[in-house]
């Protein structure tokens, strides 16, 4: 069984997400402010946490990090309306597991926290073995389409790693913005 916490003041996204998982291996809580929704986690332990970035009392943001100061491996998806590409990247920096964007794709969503919960059974899974930020300037990158989307999650996970990346793509198409 897989416990879901999601943290939306939005009680639409709220009943979309029951509903979606209704009759499911998952167990859904819900809260409608970071408040509550830190004391959710507290008392419930979840293995997903499905976020909004927009939250009454706290940004989403912010309350990420506490989660991650807590508990690093628990995987948290955010969720939100606006789409904006410096708040993808982020996200993504700072250790967002995905990013789903409003209106919701249920099929999308599903699949989504199916890899996460496989990811924190995974990272629960006892193992023996025998630097900065990129500067991005992401407010000159537009785009709120999936494959834009994709892009901002994709530079939000390596802008920090210290690995080789190579560009490709059409004259024009922002690989120097990327860059």
Known sequence: MTRLAVIDDDPTVQLILERAFAGSDVALSCADSAAAGWELIEREHP??????????????????????????????????????????IQAMQMGAFDYLQKPLDLPLVREVIARAAAARRLSATRVSLGGDEADVEADVMIGRSPAMQEVYKTIGRVASQPVTVLIRGESGTGKELVA
């Open 47 to 88: 293995d997903v946490v499905v976020l909004d970035v927009q939250l009454p009392d706290l940004s989403g943001l912010e309350l990420f990090q506490r989660i991650q100061a807590r508990d690093a491996a628990l995987p948290v998806v955010f969720i939100t309306s606006s789409g904006e590409s410096a708040t993808v």
